[in-house]
């Protein structure tokens, strides 16, 4: 444990594992500075260093492993509840025999997830990140290298469910995806809007939820366009797989491109 | 709660370029954080002091400039100030704009001795 700011403390720790493997326990970086200190002349160092940097730093390591492999790698944020792992589960199951996916999970605690994607036959990693709120980028990193994701494939990396945090992380995605539904309010982008500026996809799932509730769809996406006019829009509900041919096409589509950029 | 990861952040980079200059001591830490930067900077007071504690900030005065956002009308070319992310234009209402300040998060100087 660090006694520093008790992060890595029992229950607290990080872990990053495959279902039903041995679990290591992971330690993150954090300096510490000890001791007496002697007096000596001011000096003012000009810094002007982002504070993001060492994340931003290996995420560009990770974005710079995917592009050379032709890993189309995705970022899944949303708030706890909103579908992310059905939307996920529901995609693997109806896409696994056109493309190679491999599954990265966040979550503080639990491989109740991993062992969703795992049911499915589809490479998954768990990551637990205890106390954390969100995934950075040295994690992807190392559950990367645990999954040894193949040339041409898809990279899912469920991110905690939480819509504050995780929108300062850059991981080395290619895409962002930020999942909604229909039954959290139509304001929720400029209630949280950080997460929608730092997207480049919203998907609206629940739909089939429509006539139960008094939802304005159109309401929801001139909010989040107001926050992020690049935004594109999927309308889906996992449960009943309506939509859901649209989100595939651009998935093919992405796979497609990327696959032409490299030849 | 990331303001701890920040905050960790913080100590990391002073670390780094306090014993970089070879010096043994941070007197102040200059840090400048945009209004839109997703950094609450009540947050970051609370956890600051736990994450500095044993490091090279424990005793370090700390200064944060905040910089106020701002945004560039993509129809009008209006440069305004943004209060918050979703502000349109104050003059033809378009909600096109590029954010050209407010999102920095970064150390802007050390004082070291």
Redesign the interface.
Known sequence: MCGTCGCGSGDGSITIAKPKQEIKQYSHDHEHHHGEHHHHHKTVIDIEKDILQQNNVEAARNRGYFEAKNIFAINLVSSPGSGKTSILERTLKDLKEDLDFYVIEGDQQTFNDANRIDALDIPVVQINTGKGCHLESNMIYDAVKQLQPKDNSILMIENVGNLVCPSMFDLGEKKRVVILSITEGEDKPIKYPDMFLSSDICIINKIDLLPHLNFDIEKLKEYALRVNHHLEFFEVSATTGQGMENWYSWLKTQMAEAELNNS | ??E???A??????A???CKK?G???V?LIE?EIGT?S?IQLDSLEYVWE??V????L?KSERKIHQIQAQAICLECELPYKLD???D?CPICNS??RNIIKGQE?????????
Do not use: P
């Open positions: 709660m990331h701890l990861s920040i960790i952040g913080i100590v990391n980079i670390d780094k370029e200059s010096k043994e001591k007197e840090l839109l997703g736990a994450a504690k044993d490091t090279i424990e918050h992310i979703y349109g909600y096109f998060l970064r150390v802007k100087s050390l004082e070291v001795s």
